[in-house]
């Protein structure tokens, strides 16, 4: 059984900085990719960032851009949410996704992802 757990979150003050953590187990895919996204009341979720396993190429909303970063641990199945320069439009409920297809097929499809870890709140103040 696939688990994701999903940890940090919190609160902080725009131009700050918090850590997502995703712990991964109960698979055994050789790659697949890792997902983050958000959603806010009343809105839609929208992918955040993504990770393949299998090289590490990464993808980022463009509203992320050069102010979070995916990273992963594969020895530890973990994958990481940094994000800093935190902004009042980052605030959402933060969730982590896993699926066995490559990122070039499911990067910023929520509806793509098989397996789903449950929310952490990140809310940023002005």
């Known amino acids: 059984q696939v688990q994701l757990v999903v940890s940090g979150g919190g609160s902080a003050q725009a131009g700050g900085s918090l850590r997502l953590s995703c712990a991964a187990s109960?698979?055994?895919?050789?790659?697949?990719?890792m997902g983050w996204f958000r959603q806010a009341p009343g809105k839609e979720r929208e992918g955040v960032a993504a990770i393949y396993r299998g090289d590490g190429s990464t993808y980022y909303a463009d509203s992320v851009k050069g102010r979070f970063t995916i990273s992963q641990d594969n020895a530890k199945n973990m994958v990481y949410l940094q994000m800093n320069s935190l902004k009042p439009e980052d605030t959402a409920m933060y969730y982590c996704?896993?699926?066995?297809?490559?990122?070039?097929?499911?990067?910023?499809?929520?509806?793509?992802?098989?397996?789903w870890g449950q929310g952490t709140q990140v809310t940023v103040s002005s």
């Open positions: 996704a896993v699926d066995s297809r490559p990122c070039t097929v499911v990067a910023g499809r929520p509806y793509r992802y098989k397996y």
């Open positions: 109960g698979y055994t895919y050789s790659s697949n990719c």
